[in-house]
């Protein structure tokens, strides 16, 4: 089976001052016996913006090289799978008109 970690898991396997990463660390090493582990683009924008953010902001205020090189060992450790138009189904905003704010309406094919 094909787990998502999430980025709390990820940022505790990340985090040196974390009490409890020993054995978050063991339980995730046991559950990629048996099931594959992957990461997600999405966790890895919501880590950069945990560890790069002040700590006054409830972040690690981490430069962005720091967390380029944790990003890398992450990656080096669990596979990493990316966004792509089949992974979001065909009911997903890439098959339909979608409109941002202060900008057109988007659909399929339009540039």
């Known amino acids: 089976m094909r787990i998502l970690l999430d980025t709390n898991i990820l940022l505790r396997l990340s985090s040196h001052q974390n009490q409890g990463r ?4 063991q339980l ?21 913006s945990v560890m790069t953010r002040p700590v006054k902001a409830n972040g690690w205020d981490l430069s962005p090289e720091q967390v380029a090189q944790g990003v890398e060992r992450l ?6 799978l990316p966004d792509t138009p089949r992974s979001l189904g065909s009911g997903s ?6 409109r941002f704010p202060g900008g057109p309406a988007m659909t399929p094919g339009s540039s």
């Open 22 to 25: 020993s054995a978050l660390g």
């Open 28 to 48: 995730v090493t046991q559950l990629g016996r048996e099931h594959n582990l992957y990461v997600v683009p999405q966790c890895v924008y919501e880590m950069w």
């Open 75 to 80: 990656l080096d450790t669990f596979p990493f």
């Open 93 to 98: 905003i890439s098959s339909r008109g979608t």
